[in-house]
């Protein structure tokens, strides 16, 4: 799997709209870009993974550089209850079940 | 959807017993399910691959006579740490992947927190 690069925390005022970078320089063609986060003392939480579109759901956005070498995972509301750790892993889609390779991840903190 | 659950949340035991910690899925099946394993600050890791009626696929350095693993049915897999020391002292965390998601999202359960004294 590609490594990935992300800052180790952020910052983000509650309202406004959390931007959390990711860089893949590495990606090759058939390496799907996923995210999820991990909530203090919880098991991780899937959010959303693209290709090489940018992808929307009820969650988060995903804007993907045409390049595909970085990332860009946009909370456009954030809340208190969105501060965790948030990891971008690269991999192949296989269909089936494959592992996930965690990296450190960004630890958002999302502030009043 | 795709609830995964364990049980128990949270265990404390004693220097050289054995602990059970159970993974569910509860509204899906699961031919495979992976444990990993999360010391404070770090990150997970994956421990083993559990697989329906077969044997599980250990990670690098993680022993199976220490951590057994049985996926005895569709929708649970256990861990036991068995003699277990004050290192084996973790947040256990499994996950589980439907097999009629078409997907490979993986759905994660809550975690149990082992504390051995």
């Known amino acids: 799997d590609a490594k990935t690069t992300q800052p180790p925390s952020m910052d983000c005022a509650e309202g406004r709209a959390a931007n959390l970078p990711c860089n893949h320089s590495?990606?090759?063609?058939?390496?799907?870009v996923y995210w999820y986060r991990q909530i203090h003392s919880q098991g991780p939480q899937y959010i959303i993974h693209g290709l090489k579109n940018n992808e929307t759901n009820e969650m988060a956005s995903l804007i993907i550089t045409e390049d595909r070498k970085s990332s860009t995972l946009i909370l456009p509301h954030a809340t208190l209850r969105d501060t965790a750790v948030y990891y971008c892993?690269?991999?192949?889609?296989?269909?089936?079940?494959?592992?996930?390779?965690f990296g450190t991840g960004t630890r958002l903190q999302v502030t009043l | 959807g795709a609830v995964v659950s364990q049980h128990p949340s949270r265990v404390i035991c004693k220097s050289g017993t054995s602990v059970k910690i159970e993974c569910r899925s509860l509204?899906?099946?699961?031919?495979?399910m992976f444990w990993y394993r999360q010391f404070p600050k770090q990150s997970l890791m994956l421990m083993a691959t559990s697989n329906e009626g077969s044997k599980a696929t250990y990670e690098q350095g993680v022993e199976k006579d220490k951590f057994l693993i049985n996926h005895a049915s569709l929708t649970l897999s256990t861990l036991t740490v068995t003699s277990a020391h004050p290192e084996d002292s973790s947040f256990y965390i499994c996950?589980?992947?439907?097999?009629?998601?078409?997907?490979?999202?993986?759905?994660f359960g809550p975690g149990t927190r082992l504390t051995v004294l």
């Open positions: 892993i690269v991999r192949p889609f296989t269909g089936t079940a494959s592992k996930l390779t």
């Open positions: 590495t990606i090759s063609g058939n390496e799907y």
């Open positions: 996950s589980a992947f439907p097999i009629t998601s078409g997907t490979d999202t993986q759905y």
């Open positions: 509204d899906f099946q699961a031919t495979t």
